[in-house]
């Protein structure tokens, strides 16, 4: 005779994956929308219709557009909506046991160009946004104060490791690798004079460098 089915199991497990597919919808439609159409223009109903969900389920799961735009902004920045803060990622802990400082800084140039080509885009929609939305301009604020705590424990493995020359303090690496980490840098150069993403990661690893160690 065959073991009795735990369908209370099997049916949670279904409605957790089920729920995981409809946010990755609804965080997949946003994005699109957002960058397609600006801000402004995107509505909460018009996310829903394009993930083929009710836009109640999208107000609960992010409450306000403002929430859906730092939600897609934190899967752009790693490539996933899984739970795992940034200091705890494969990529930050592998830099963090690189002993060699230059290769350090080429390892986070590498990984900055994959991460800003999916983010970066979202962050200019954010500082756009910013400028007439009281609520975009939060989660603007917050980019930014997230990228500075980021740059921050950079800096402070920098220290740690002996790393930076002489005279270089670990706020002032902090807010080199912060200026560096700006949005802004990689309009400039990718957008705006055409750069490939490779040689950009050479040229801020290098620049980096130059200016820290």
Known sequence: MSPPVNRRRYDASRRQALARQSR???????????????????????????????????????ENKAGLLKAVFDVAVVGDDEPVPMLERAAVKENVAEPDPREKLRMYGRFYVQSARRAVPVQLLARQAAASDPAAAQVWEQMMAERLTGMTAFAHDLHRGGHLREGVTVEEARDVLWAYNAPEIWELFVIRRGWQPERFARWVSEALIAALL
């Open 24 to 62: 990755a919808n609804v965080l997949g439609a946003a994005r699109s929308l957002f960058l397609d159409n600006g801000y402004s223009a995107t509505t909460m109903a018009a996310v829903a219709a394009e993930a083929g969900v009710s836009v109640e389920t999208v107000y609960k799961a992010f």
